[in-house]
């Protein structure tokens, strides 16, 4: 069971990035799904989570209004729409599938994640 992140890149401020996170071995409307970052010297970030089945989503104050995270179920695949992207975007993204010990709700910090995806580097230049 993996998730493997794409879609990371190097764009100009004020540009977009659509990241994708494929989950293979797991059904990825079953359990909450997180976008994390982890910028150099700084801790993971979270960013957004869809829950399960229902589909809810939360996002940190620091991407409201400019991230969107959506699933596709028939494809398996819970992305991350970036838009609006600032010099302080710049990080390794990742995304989580939380396994254990409850599939219900929405979730914000690292340790509630089991599952871990190998990161994408995203990079906004001026």
């Known amino acids: 069971a993996q998730l493997v992140e794409s879609g990371g890149g190097l764009v100009q401020a004020g540009g977009s990035l659509r990241l994708s996170c494929v989950a293979s071995?797991?059904?990825?409307?079953?359990?909450?799904i997180g976008w994390f970052r982890q910028a150099p010297g700084k801790e993971r970030e979270g960013l957004s989570c869809i829950s399960s089945f229902d589909g809810a989503t939360d996002y940190a104050d620091s991407v409201k209004g400019r991230f969107t995270i959506s699933r596709d179920n028939a494809k398996n695949t819970v992305y991350l729409q970036m838009d609006s992207l600032k010099l302080e975007d710049t990080a390794i993204y990742y995304c989580a599938l939380r396994y254990y010990p409850d599939r219900r709700g929405i979730y914000s910090q690292p340790d509630e994640y089991q599952y871990w995806g190998q990161g994408a580097q995203v990079t906004v230049s001026s």
């Open positions: 071995g797991f059904t990825v409307e079953k359990y909450p």
